[in-house]
């Protein structure tokens, strides 16, 4: 493959396309599926009385104590429920949220 442009932006094309650098929105899908999991599993709960429609298994646990992973749980299905968009910005927010879970 050929490209074309400033020097700094070839280097991370290829970066890139030999996967030595993986895309923010591929991060937060990978992370995403975490929490889906741990919530599935019960392992995190909202701290809410929530419940997502799509997946009712996800919130099947119920409540949970207000946590720090807890709070950081209820935050990201907030986020899944309103369809967030992944640019960057909202990817690094989805990442603390996958930190502050203690999934990772």
Not at 27 to 49: P, Y
């Amino acid at each position: 493959m050929y490209f074309s442009g400033e020097p700094a932006q070839i280097a991370e094309i290829k970066r890139l396309a030999s996967g030595a650098v993986t895309p923010l929105y591929r991060r937060a899908t990978n992370e995403g599926i975490q929490l889906f999991l741990a919530g599935s599993a019960g392992l995190l709960q909202t701290t809410e009385d929530v419940r997502f429609e799509p997946c009712p298994g996800l919130t099947a646990a119920g409540r949970g104590v207000v946590s720090t992973e807890n709070i950081a749980f209820t935050r990201w299905l907030t986020h899944l429920q309103n369809g967030v968009l992944l640019d960057e910005q909202n990817c690094l927010m989805l990442h603390e949220l996958w930190l502050q879970s203690g999934t990772g």
